[in-house]
């Protein structure tokens, strides 16, 4: 499948990454898809019964054939999935993949994760070539907080706790999730940068973490900066 850019070549898009089971009706990829033309569903297959390196193959032929920089909205087994394609595809900083918002990242490597999460064990530990936003609620029964915020060091993500608010799906009453679109755009203006300022992974990532001026993160750091 081509993902042709509804804007122009230079604008990035965003492709949703869902996790296990796929994402329904009424999660916030859905409603984001069926509401932003720049935003499409990288169609995994298997969504019931996983397998890592079909899902990674999938993700790179997606991201391959975009006619524009991507960036990319994951969510739960999804997260995992991103991190294993920058593991083991490899990439140039900011192209293909511009960029990440990373919504509570399951944690495959617990005691009694559920069988269908085996095959991405271990969790990708090493830095992701691109600026990211890690977003984990305070009760996501997918991963504890500490192991939310491990994965956002090793991967160089910025930190945003959201709360309690289960795992950030359709069952956390998020909705459309506006906090969630606002951290979005935080990563576009990011990866938009068409000065030619930004010249590496940790300087965008630095970029992206000072850059802290949109409701989302009032919203959700407060005095927890």
């Known amino acids: 499948m081509t993902i042709f850019n509804p804007h122009d070549e230079q604008s990035p898009i965003i492709l949703t990454v869902p996790g296990l089971g796929g994402s329904g009706p009424s999660h916030w990829q859905t409603l984001w898809e069926q509401s932003r033309p720049d935003t499409s569903r990288v169609e995994l297959g298997m969504w019931d019964t996983p397998h890592r390196n079909a899902w990674v193959t999938k993700l790179d032929q997606a991201i391959r054939s975009a006619q524009a920089p991507v960036v990319l909205a994951a969510h739960s087994l999804g997260c995992l999935a991103v991190a294993w394609w920058a593991e083991l595809a490899g990439q140039p900083f900011s192209y293909?993949?511009?960029?990440?918002l990373l919504v509570a990242p399951a944690d495959v490597d617990r005691?009694?994760?559920r069988s269908e999460l085996g095959g991405f064990r271990p969790t990708p530990a090493k830095p992701l070539p691109f600026p990211s936003i890690l977003v984990s609620s305070s009760d996501d029964p997918w991963?504890?907080?500490e192991r939310a915020r491990a994965m956002a060091r090793n991967?160089?993500?910025l930190f945003i706790d959201a709360g309690a608010q289960g795992h950030l799906n359709a069952a956390s009453g998020i909705g459309w999730w506006?906090?969630?679109q606002e951290l979005l755009d935080r990563v576009l203006d990011t990866a938009s940068d068409r000065a030619g300022r930004i010249r590496s992974a940790?300087?965008?990532r630095s970029v992206l973490a000072v850059n802290a001026t949109d409701a989302a993160q009032a919203h959700y750091l407060g005095d927890r900066a």
């Open 96 to 100: 293909p993949v511009a960029g990440a």
């Open 111 to 113: 005691p009694g994760a």
């Open 143 to 145: 991963v504890t907080p």
């Open 155 to 157: 991967w160089g993500s």
């Open 178 to 180: 506006h906090e969630g």
């Open 202 to 204: 940790a300087e965008a």
